[in-house]
């Protein structure tokens, strides 16, 4: 029998306790979803008993719950006991500072250009990074604790300030929401958490970088983000994952709460690992974010640029309660080979006055499939709800295809809502005049994506838009040939 | 410089280019005159790399390397320029980054260092000055909701940066008025050297008489069917295409 198993028939014999962890010595579960690998990962973690119980309501509600089959990507059935549901770098000591992070586990970071101590001296970026499932280190705590703001894992956010995460946990998206958000609330791992308090803009970036390593390991975070009245907060989401076969699978879950006169800028650069040239391995990209503006003038905004994922299905989406609240969102999804992306957003004006704003530019290159599908809904109460919606595609070669699903439901007269959409080619003609200009096709095809997408990429911070732009030439690649 | 010897090129396999024959020296303006569907542009578009065309026989040689091996590109970076007729649009660049990594790209080609932004923002102040183009111009999208004129005017701009060996000009006349043709043509001749030369396609004879040519060739259904010097401009202006045209088909000496 292996330790896991000894482990697992530990746990499931005996009750429940606290500070079992100590005993473990193993870093992940074993393979396969019941209910005893959902006690163990919260017995793994320390958790409260709370935290278990909402673990279990989610695990339960999932169990009735069947995969949804509506959007317009096509997989093979994906078997939910062949997944590794936790899996931990072999860490253990508290940290205290970066120096002691596993030497390996900063040689992967520098691979993926993200050093941690130079981001630190340079950037001033907080960086809170997520590898498989467990926060490694988390930087800049102390500064920003000075000023009150939280920001560190979700497993401390549980432990230190579980007042808050009762608070607002579940409250954008219930564990009940959907398969993949039950899924994550059965399973979530880590993730991030911040609270920014009343009146407190937030010096610096808020960087989250994640990363699957381990084979087989699906990656379940959790990030909770609550900015009090009249606060400002800016949040980066990058994401990678190293080449590998089997297809893994990343099914995240993302709240944000904006208080009244509070702002919320998401950023995400998703790069995880696409499957290679003939459509094998690559992540399964199944996420959910949601955004509530609570309060009058808040706003959320979602900046997203997708290049990695063999399937991407997301749809940030803001929820307009506050009246004058205003919702954005901003997309690039690049899909190249066999990708496909099914992503878009909703936005539900629920408020009086309430704005929102939806730019959207799909490419796709290779035979993949990407698709457009988003929501504009106008509640009754939503007087003068304005939105506006952009949605462009450009296809590279003729074999891709770019699909556009706009829903709009309008319940009140007063409303404003409209919609643009277009469809074009990277033309022979401006590669050649690239070429004739010096430079070569490749340059010439990412210059024109990032003309393309440049009214996206100004929404991201400037560090951020420069690693995009490189990312969509390196994603492009080989696209024309 | 530029040595055509025989050129011949299809597309869609269609011949357009029958034997062509033509040699550019340093310091030289040659023009390209010719009847619409004569072959002038595909000429242009051959040289430049353009591979909707088949090349199917014969040689050319610029600077002492076979042309006709090198990729679009590395043309560009060897030193051949071709100013479009129909210049494209890409939507979200500005002609101000364009031309940096385009200008950079070809410095790095010929081992120059590449310009700081500094250094690249005082090369566009002077350069734009010589075509008289509106430096607000070039912070928009390129040739985005340019007009006919700014267009051509931002071809000779950006002809201007690169410093080419041999420039193309393909029918930068059309769609000027004589104001812009003008600043085009008064552009092009001061950025004339002994060491740069220059291939002026161009339907009309009124662009030489900004640029004056050393040398004319009437291009007729593939061929050069007659060469001489600037005043055979003003001979074909005065008489019409029809007489070169029916001298061919008589297959007499022209």
């Known amino acids: ?481 | 410089m530029l040595k055509i010897k025989n050129l011949r090129a299809n597309i869609d396999g269609k011949e357009i280019l029958k034997g062509i024959n033509l040699e550019v020296k340093p310091g030289e303006v040659h023009a390209i005159m010719g009847p619409n569907g004569s072959g002038k542009s595909t000429l242009a578009s051959v040289l430049a790399g353009r591979d909707e065309y088949e090349v199917t026989g014969g040689t050319v040689e610029f600077a002492g390397k076979d042309l006709l091996e090198m990729a679009p590109e590395e043309r560009a970076r060897e030193g051949i320029f071709l100013a479009f007729q129909y210049p494209v649009e890409i939507p979200g660049v500005s002609t101000t980054n364009f031309l940096k990594t385009a200008v950079n790209e070809i410095r790095q080609h010929r081992g120059l260092e590449p310009l700081d932004a500094v250094a690249f923002l005082n090369l566009m102040k002077e350069k734009s000055k010589l075509v008289e183009i509106d430096q607000s111009l070039l912070k928009r999208s390129l040739n985005e909701g340019f007009s006919g004129g700014e267009k051509k005017r931002n071809e000779i701009f950006q002809m201007a940066m690169l410093e080419p060996k041999l420039s193309i000009l393909d029918e930068t006349d059309s769609g000027l008025d004589i104001d812009a043709l003008r600043i085009v043509a008064n552009g092009v001749t001061k950025l004339k050297s002994r060491e740069n030369a220059t291939i002026v396609v161009t339907h009309y004879q009124r662009l030489l008489n900004y640029i004056v040519p050393d040398f004319v060739h009437v291009l007729y259904n593939g061929k050069i069917v007659k060469s001489g010097g600037k005043e055979l401009a003003l001979e074909l202006e005065e008489k019409g295409y029809d007489w070169i045209k029916s001298a061919v088909k008589e297959g007499s000496e022209i």
Request: net charge negative.
């Open chain 1, 1 to 481: 029998m292996s330790d896991s198993t000894k482990i697992l028939e530990e746990i499931t014999g005996s009750d429940y306790k606290y500070g079992f962890e100590t005993k473990i010595e193993n870093e992940s579960a074993p393979k396969g979803l019941s209910e005893e690998i959902v006690r163990f990962i919260s017995a793994k973690k320390n958790e409260p008993e709370w935290m278990l119980e909402w673990r279990l309501k989610a695990y339960k509600h999932w169990l009735t719950l069947t995969e949804p089959k509506w959007q317009n990507v096509s997989y093979p059935a994906i078997n939910y006991q062949d997944i590794i549901y936790y899996s931990a770098p072999k860490q253990k000591a508290k940290l205290n500072s970066l120096d002691e992070v596993d030497p390996e586990l900063r040689d992967t970071f520098k691979k993926l250009g993200i050093s941690l101590d130079e981001q630190k001296r340079l950037t001033g970026v907080a960086v809170d990074a997520v590898i498989d499932s467990v926060s490694v280190t988390t930087t800049y705590k102390e500064k920003l604790g000075e000023l009150g703001i939280i920001f560190c894992s979700m497993s401390e956010a549980i432990k230190d300030h579980p007042e808050l995460v009762k608070k607002y946990l579940g409250t954008v998206v219930p564990v009940t929401d959907n398969y993949f958000a039950a899924l994550n609330s059965a399973v979530f791992s880590d993730g991030s958490f911040c609270y920014i308090p009343e009146g407190v803009r937030c010096p610096m970036e808020l960087s989250t970088y994640f990363r699957i390593n381990a084979a087989n390991t699906g990656q379940f975070e959790r990030t909770l983000i609550v900015a009090e009245k009249g606060s400002y907060v800016s949040y980066l989401e990058g994401c990678t994952a190293p080449m590998r076969d089997e297809n893994q699978l990343h099914a995240a879950v993302v709240e944000l709460i904006s208080m009244e006169k509070a702002e919320i800028k998401y950023s995400t650069v998703q790069n995880w690992y696409p499957g290679d040239k003939n459509g094998k391995g690559g992540i399964y990209n199944f996420v959910t974010k949601r955004g509530i503006c609570m309060g009058d003038y808040s706003k959320i905004s979602w900046t997203q640029v997708e290049t990695g994922s063999a399937i991407t299905w997301k749809y940030p989406s803001v929820i307009l309660k506050g009246d004058n609240s205003t919702g954005e969102f901003y997309s690039v999804a690049v899909t190249n080979n066999y990708q496909q992306a099914d992503t878009g957003t909703k936005m539900i004006h629920i408020g009086k006055n309430t704005k929102s704003r939806i730019v959207s530019k799909g490419i796709s290159a290779g035979k993949s499939q990407n698709s457009y599908r988003g929501l504009v809904e106008v509640m009754k109460r939503a007087d003068n709800a304005r939105n506006f919606s952009q949605c462009d595609s450009l296809l590279m070669g003729d074999q891709c295809g770019a699909h556009t699903f706009p829903y709009i439901e309008v319940k009140n007269n007063s409303a404003t809502v409209e919609h643009e959409a277009t469809t074009s080619k990277i033309g022979e003609d401006q590669i050649f005049y690239c070429n004739q200009r010096g430079l070569d096709t490749e340059q010439a095809v990412a210059m024109i994506v990032n003309g393309y997408c440049k009214e996206v990429l100004n929404q991201l911070p400037m560090e951020f838009a420069v690693e995009a732009q490189k990312l969509l030439a390196i994603s492009l690649e080989g696209s024309v040939g």
